[in-house]
């Protein structure tokens, strides 16, 4: 997205990965589609050029960010990669969406062993295992769940669709127990912990697949205090639900700037299609539409860099930006007439993306409904 009066450091960040994304993800994004992988020559330079994984662990954990809290410079860099390929964006090595489990709701001790392959000159991953086929990302409605007490617990269930759950070395798992949910890192080594490879029609690149869990052993991350774990829960969904948003747009400008651009050079009837009342119209809509709800993620996660809860103003961002790119990137389609239903064209992709996006942060119905159930009709005067 153009600059929108970002800081010096937010700038310098927005101008490196959009860079990378256009030279390094966009140039191969449709052959990771067709071959449903992500080159690893690619993933390795990710890790030399970009060091995302270093760059978002606090100096006191290891790691080389030092200052304020970065929201909003992560929603810059995750939009910004998305625009290349969603895909391949999430398929780069670091945390993920397991960074606030990490950094901030595990304690000291716990993070050091967590944290140390990500402080180093190799690529790792770790992965969330948040959603449920049925459950989505609704606490109430998980079927996974755990039993025990301290640090040692056992997670039973299945967790799906998960990141890079093949390429992972464990899992910031979300499991229920009687009394709410806990966060627990699950290692993928551990006994009753399965990987099933799962087939997408959005994000073919990106690893995603589906975790059972057999009783598997698990460590309770932060303290074992009920209230405090569903808050730490809550964390996660929250940040899930910016990043997600974030990466959505970026995928759906994709859509909207080839687009433009097509509808430049397609000639119907002696003039370039562009040039037709009806479709310009439906493309300025596109932009102001996209434009609006990139204003509403930088708006939450700046909230978020303030340090107040964003339940709801997370909730909010990600249903309007699920229907805003759901519309955009059909819309995109649309202006290739034909063609848009081709792999000729990438829109069909972004498309997809955009679709299976959505869904690793619940889906929009159910941020619809965390943000209705907030609401409060104003009393009459």
């Known amino acids: 997205m153009p600059d929108l009066g970002y800081s010096e450091d937010e700038k310098m960040v927005q101008d490196l990965m959009s860079k990378f994304a256009r030279e390094e993800l966009r140039t191969i994004a449709e052959a990771a589609d067709t071959n449903e992988a992500a080159p690893e020559e690619v993933l390795a330079k990710g890790q030399t050029d970009l060091a995302l994984a270093i760059m978002s662990i606090p100096e006191s954990r290891g790691g080389a960010w030092e200052g304020n809290p970065q929201d909003v410079q992560h929603v810059v860099r995750t939009e910004e990669l998305s625009y290349g390929c969603p895909a391949l964006a999430l398929s780069l090595p670091g945390l993920g969406l397991t960074g606030p489990a990490l950094i901030s709701i595990a304690t000291e001790e716990q993070a050091a062993p967590l944290l140390e ?148 050079t397609r000639v119907q009837f002696g003039e370039p299609v562009g040039q037709k009342q009806g479709l310009a119209f439906m493309m300025a809509e596109m932009a102001m539409t996209l434009e609006a709800a990139w204003q509403h993620v930088l708006a939450v996660a700046s909230r978020a860099e303030k340090g107040k809860s964003i339940t709801i103003q997370a909730a909010s961002a990600h249903a309007h930006t699920c229907e805003v790119t759901h519309t955009v990137t059909e819309r995109g389609v649309q202006v290739h007439g034909g063609y848009g239903f081709t792999r000729e064209y990438p829109v069909e992709k972004w498309m997809r993306d955009v679709r299976v996006l959505s869904l690793l942060a619940g889906g929009l119905s159910e941020s619809l409904q965390a943000a209705a159930a907030e609401i409060e009709p104003k009393k009459k005067k």
């Not at 949910?181 to 551990?190: N, T």
């Not at 009753?192 to 087939?199: P, Q």
């Not at 964390?235 to 970026?250: C, K």
């Open 117 to 264: 392959p990500f402080c180093g000159e190799s690529p790792a991953w770790a992965a969330l295992a948040l959603t449920e086929g049925d459950a989505g990302a609704n606490f109430e409605l998980m079927e996974t769940t755990c039993e025990g007490s301290g640090e040692s617990w056992k997670v039973t269930g299945t967790k799906g669709p998960v990141v890079n759950a093949s390429r992972s070395g464990g899992f910031v798992v979300i499991a229920k127990a009687s009394d709410g949910p806990r966060v627990l890192w699950v290692d993928k080594e551990a006994a009753g912990v399965e990987v099933k490879e799962a087939k997408w029609t959005g994000l073919r690149a990106a690893d995603m697949g589906h975790v059972v869990f057999n009783g598997a052993e698990g460590k309770l991350l932060g303290e074992d205090d009920a209230e405090k774990q569903a808050a730490a829960a809550q964390q996660i969904l929250d940040h899930a639900r910016l990043t997600v948003s974030a990466a959505m747009i970026g995928a759906a400008r994709a859509a909207l700037n080839e687009s433009v651009e097509f509808s430049k």
